[in-house]
């Protein structure tokens, strides 16, 4: 089509001469129903592109904690921490649509919205974290903040991270994340990356940070190297929902910079006020980063994100090579970002989250005692896990997690899994999340639970090798391949 028949209406709405829309091979999938949808993309998705549950959802319409399949059934959504607001919050919708229906192009230009965005984020830093930069996504935040942290540290090539941690899908987040390269057809830690056990409270495991931080940087000195960053999300997320003991990043951060590494705080599941108590997850620890990354809740589902640093490091890294990115800081994204902020204070949502959030974790305590297959319940404000275990143990029971997964969707209620063996059921609902929302939870689970795991089930669980490494699929190691430099840098 060329641009002569693109017009616009007095409405300020598109029309396109000639197209007749009953014809367009595009509209076609308003008439699916779900095996169509999941044929049609067992063919034509990667194969490795994951679906959530053994039957997969058709879903077709969201709002506020609700999803609705293509045959109208609602389910209450307790693990959507994207749609932070709710799924299709009035207030971003609007912005959003009225902003593309206006103007979207890159941040080449100067636009309003993008700097109050950046003063709205800033302002809810502690003073020194002051400079923005805008990304498409939590994997390029922190792709982008490793790239700014080894311009400060010149010379400087390894990067400490936190066990079970997901820092982003990009060739260098994914050497970051020992949640992909420890797991199915990850290829093994780098030479030059060093993993901090992840605490575990509930064991009483790994609770010293500063031992962990400082066999991390003698590590990289043994082979000549020197940390360039420290990166650890401010609530292990993947790790399985891990709340960092008392103090554990104010040792970790003593210790990466008197080596002179870069701390940063991943806010990527975690932050704008999810947490309850505080707006971002570091300051539950105390502890000032040198740069935040931020993702999904950012835009409420808007495809954005953004790192937040020191005026010194944003100079270290202004080296002369422009930072531009296509998307990144869009006028569509900046409008998403400032609706989300504004929502979270006109609906109060961070209080909310903390008073809602209390009386989801004490409903859960009170399950715990009755049901000995759960060991362990933590979190803060909407942030929240419960372990399974086999009972009257400490061992990791997957397979009732996946099946509490499971039957909970048949319940119309979902949950997700995660932790090192996917036995911690995960609850990081939109913000909007009510305490009638926790009783329909709990009373599903109670449901659930009271008859007992299934045979079958707690056989799985008896079989199951916790201390077992997860089966790789590949065809080379680290070990095998060439430094690329990395060593004794």
Same mark, same amino acid.
């Not at 974290?129 to 922190?142: I, K």
């Not at 079970?164 to 990009?170: D, E, I, N, V």
């Given at each position: 089509?060329?641009?002569e028949?693109?017009?616009?209406?007095?409405a300020?709405?598109?029309?396109?001469?000639?197209?007749?829309?009953?014809?367009?091979?595009?509209?076609?999938?308003?008439?699916?129903n779900?095996?169509?949808?999941?044929?049609?993309?067992?063919?034509?998705?990667?194969?490795?592109?994951?679906?959530?549950?053994?039957?997969?959802?058709?879903?077709?319409?969201?709002?506020?904690?609700?999803?609705?399949?293509?045959?109208?059934?609602?389910?209450?959504?307790?693990?959507?921490?994207?749609?932070?607001?709710?799924h299709?919050?009035?207030?971003?919708?609007?912005?959003?649509?009225?902003?593309?229906?206006?103007?979207?192009?890159?941040?080449?230009?100067?636009?309003?919205?993008?700097?109050?965005?950046a003063?709205?984020?800033?302002?809810?830093?502690?003073?020194?974290?002051?400079?923005?930069?805008?990304?498409?996504?939590?994997?390029?935040?922190?792709?982008?903040a490793?790239?700014?942290?080894?311009?400060?540290?010149?010379?400087?090539?390894?990067?400490?991270?936190?066990?079970?941690?997901?820092?982003?899908?990009?060739?260098?987040?994914?050497?970051?994340?020992?949640?992909?390269?420890?797991?199915?057809?990850?290829?093994?830690?780098?030479?030059?990356?060093?993993?901090?056990?992840?605490?575990?409270?509930?064991?009483?495991?790994?609770?010293?940070?500063?031992?962990?931080?400082?066999?991390?940087?003698?590590? *990289?000195?043994?082979v $000549?190297?020197? /940390?360039?960053?420290?990166?650890? &999300?401010?609530? =292990?997320?993947?790790?399985?929902?891990? #709340?960092?003991?008392?103090?554990?990043?104010?040792?970790?951060?003593?210790?990466?910079?008197?080596?002179?590494?870069?701390?940063?705080?991943?806010?990527?599941?975690?932050?704008?006020?999810?947490?309850?108590?505080?707006?971002?997850?570091?300051?539950?620890q105390?502890?000032?980063?040198?740069?935040?990354?931020?993702g999904?809740?950012?835009?409420?589902?808007?495809?954005?994100?953004?790192?937040v640093?020191?005026p010194?490091?944003?100079?270290?890294?202004?080296?002369?090579?422009?930072?531009?990115?296509?998307?990144?800081?869009?006028?569509? *994204?900046?409008?998403? $970002?400032?609706? /989300?902020?504004?929502?979270?204070? &006109?609906d109060? =949502?961070?209080?909310?989250?903390?008073? #809602?959030?209390t009386?989801?974790?004490?409903?859960?305590?009170?399950?715990?005692?009755?049901?000995?297959?759960?060991?362990?319940?933590?979190?803060?404000?909407?942030?929240?896990?419960?372990?399974?275990?086999?009972?009257?143990?400490?061992?990791?029971?997957?397979?009732?997690?996946?099946?509490?997964?499971?039957?909970?969707?048949?319940?119309?209620?979902l949950?997700?899994?995660?932790?090192?063996?996917?036995?911690?059921?995960?609850?990081?609902?939109?913000?909007?999340?009510?305490k009638?929302?926790?009783?329909?939870?709990?009373a599903?689970?109670?449901?659930?639970?009271?008859?007992? /795991?299934?045979?079958?089930?707690? &056989?799985?669980?008896?079989?199951?090798?916790?201390?077992?490494k997860?089966?790789?699929?590949?065809?080379?190691t680290?070990?095998?391949?060439?430094?690329?430099?990395?060593?004794?840098?």
């Amino acid at each position: 089509m060329s641009c002569e028949s693109h017009a616009v209406t007095s409405a300020g709405q598109s029309s396109h001469q000639g197209d007749v829309v009953s014809s367009s091979p595009y509209s076609q999938g308003n008439g699916f129903n779900t095996a169509q949808v999941a044929s049609k993309r067992s063919v034509l998705i990667g194969p490795n592109s994951a679906l959530s549950f053994d039957e997969p959802l058709y879903i077709v319409r969201g709002r506020g904690q609700y999803l609705y399949d293509a045959e109208g059934n609602q389910y209450l959504d307790c693990c959507n921490n994207v749609a932070h607001v709710g799924h299709c919050h009035p207030k971003v919708t609007a912005a959003v649509t009225k902003q593309l229906e206006t103007l979207n192009t890159n941040s080449r230009y100067l636009h309003d919205k993008l700097v109050v965005l950046a003063e709205g984020i800033t302002r809810k830093m502690p003073e020194p974290l002051q400079v923005m930069y805008a990304v498409c996504s939590g994997s390029e935040a922190n792709d982008l903040a490793l790239r700014v942290a080894r311009a400060n540290r010149p010379g400087a090539w390894h990067v400490a991270v936190m066990e079970g941690a997901y820092h982003g899908h990009t060739t260098a987040t994914l050497d970051l994340s020992p949640y992909k390269f420890d797991g199915p057809g990850g290829m093994g830690k780098p030479p030059h990356v060093h993993v901090l056990p992840c605490p575990d409270v509930f064991r009483g495991h790994n609770l010293d940070g500063r031992a962990a931080a400082q066999a991390a940087v003698d590590a *990289a000195h043994k082979v $000549g190297g020197h /940390v360039s960053a420290f990166f650890c &999300e401010s609530i =292990l997320s993947c790790g399985g929902q891990v #709340v960092l003991p008392a103090g554990y990043l104010q040792q970790v951060y003593d210790v990466m910079h008197q080596a002179g590494a870069v701390c940063i705080a991943d806010e990527v599941q975690c932050g704008f006020g999810r947490v309850g108590s505080h707006f971002w997850g570091f300051e539950l620890q105390s502890v000032v980063p040198d740069m935040v990354t931020l993702g999904k809740p950012i835009g409420n589902g808007f495809p954005m994100g953004a790192v937040v640093m020191t005026p010194k490091l944003a100079q270290g890294f202004s080296n002369g090579m422009e930072y531009f990115n296509t998307c990144g800081g869009c006028t569509g *994204a900046a409008a998403a $970002g400032v609706a /989300v902020l504004e929502a979270i204070e &006109e609906d109060r =949502l961070q209080q909310h989250a903390h008073q #809602v959030g209390t009386y989801l974790i004490h409903q859960l305590e009170a399950l715990q005692k009755d049901y000995p297959c759960i060991g362990h319940v933590r979190g803060m404000g909407l942030f929240v896990g419960f372990e399974l275990v086999i009972p009257d143990s400490q061992k990791p029971a997957p397979g009732t997690a996946k099946f509490v997964k499971e039957a909970m969707k048949a319940r119309r209620v979902l949950v997700s899994t995660d932790g090192h063996h996917n036995q911690v059921i995960k609850i990081k609902p939109p913000m909007c999340f009510d305490k009638s929302n926790v009783d329909t939870l709990m009373a599903n689970l109670i449901d659930l639970l009271k008859p007992g /795991v299934p045979a079958a089930v707690q &056989e799985i669980d008896r079989a199951y090798d916790p201390n077992k490494k997860s089966t790789r699929i590949q065809n080379t190691t680290w070990q095998a391949m060439p430094s690329n430099g990395v060593q004794g840098v």
